[in-house]
C-alpha cells in the first residue's frame, strides 16, 4: 500500500518561508505534484515534477516564490516556498501519478493526508 508522507507545514507570517517534504513509501512516481486547498474552495494545482526532476511545472500564482524539487537518493520532494502571503494559507497536498508530466488532481493515484500552512498578515 502506497503511503505519501508529508511534512513542513507550520504557522508563519507573511514574507516568510516553509520547506515542504513528502515521501512516498517503498515506490517512485513518473509524476508528483503538490495542490492546495483553502477552506471553501476546490483543491488546486500548485506545482509538479517529473521522475527526474528536468521538468517542472509551476501554477502562476505561486511563480517566482515556490520551487518545487526531488532527491531520488531519498525518495522526497520538496516544495519551498518564499515571499508567502496570507492567500498561501491552505491545506497542501502531495500527490503521486504513473503518468508524466501531468497537473490535473484527476491525473494523480496516491494522496497524502495533507499538511496544514497558515501565513499571517
Known amino acids: 500500500q502506497v503511503q505519501l508522507v508529508e511534512s513542513g507545514g507550520g504557522l508563519v507570517q507573511a514574507g516568510g518561508s516553509l520547506r515542504l517534504s513528502c515521501s512516498p513509501s517503498?515506490?517512485?512516481?513518473?509524476?508528483m505534484g503538490w495542490f492546495r486547498q483553502a477552506p471553501g474552495n476546490e483543491r488546486v494545482f500548485v506545482a509538479a515534477?517529473?521522475?527526474?526532476?528536468?521538468?517542472?511545472s509551476h501554477a502562476d500564482s505561486v511563480k517566482g516564490r515556490f520551487t518545487i524539487s526531488r532527491d531520488n537518493s531519498k525518495n522526497t520532494v520538496y516544495l519551498q516556498m518564499n515571499s508567502l502571503k496570507p492567500e498561501d494559507t491552505a491545506l497542501y497536498y502531495c500527490?503521486?501519478?504513473?503518468?508524466?508530466?501531468?497537473?490535473?488532481?484527476?491525473?494523480?493515484?496516491?494522496w497524502g493526508q495533507g499538511t496544514q500552512v497558515t501565513v499571517s498578515a
Open positions: 500527490a503521486a501519478s504513473h503518468y508524466p508530466q501531468v497537473t490535473r488532481a484527476y491525473e494523480y493515484d496516491y
Open positions: 517503498g515506490r517512485t512516481f513518473s509524476s
Open positions: 515534477i517529473n521522475w527526474s526532476g528536468g521538468i517542472k
